[in-house]
């Protein structure tokens, strides 16, 4: 069963990839989930280049997120410090990649948190 689910995931992972790409203007916003923790990062597909990444392994967010409890919340705080680094790297617009996960939890947490600081999907 978890070995179907993981298959099911990363088939949609390969499909969505062929369709979504980013751009130093317009980045992907690529996102991946593990069991306790929750990544971002901002890829420029057309120089292949990581511009920005964010974790609850961060070291700004390592006080903050030893205070919170749950990882959806957690994952909230990523997105809000994400959001602020891009702006401030003049990144308005990304292109959401899920990564083949559902649009639930702490994904949906995580592009929460990115919005209310002003990034646009």
Same mark, same amino acid.
């Given at each position: =069963?978890?070995?179907? @689910? /993981? +298959? ?6 390969? #499909? ?8 130093? $203007? #317009? ?19 057309? +120089?292949? #280049? ?8 961060? &070291?700004?967010?390592?006080? @903050? ?9 957690? /994952? @909230? ?8 680094? $891009?702006?401030? =790297?003049?990144? &308005? ?15 949906? /947490? ?12």
């Amino acid at each position: =069963m978890i070995k179907r @689910k /993981s +298959n099911n995931r990363l088939r949609a992972k390969t #499909k969505i990839r062929k369709t979504i790409s980013g751009t130093s $203007a #317009k980045p992907r916003l690529s996102v991946y989930r593990s069991l306790n923790h929750v990544y971002a990062q901002l890829v420029d597909d057309t +120089n292949q #280049k990581t511009l920005l990444t964010v974790s609850t392994l961060s &070291k700004e967010l390592n006080e @903050k997120v030893k205070e919170l409890k749950g990882k959806v919340s957690k /994952s @909230k705080v990523v997105g809000s410090l994400l959001a602020e680094r $891009a702006l401030g =790297m003049d990144i &308005k617009e990304v292109v959401f990649d899920r990564n083949g996960y559902r649009y639930h939890g702490r994904i949906k /947490s995580l592009a929460d948190g990115a919005r209310e600081k002003g990034l646009k999907f």
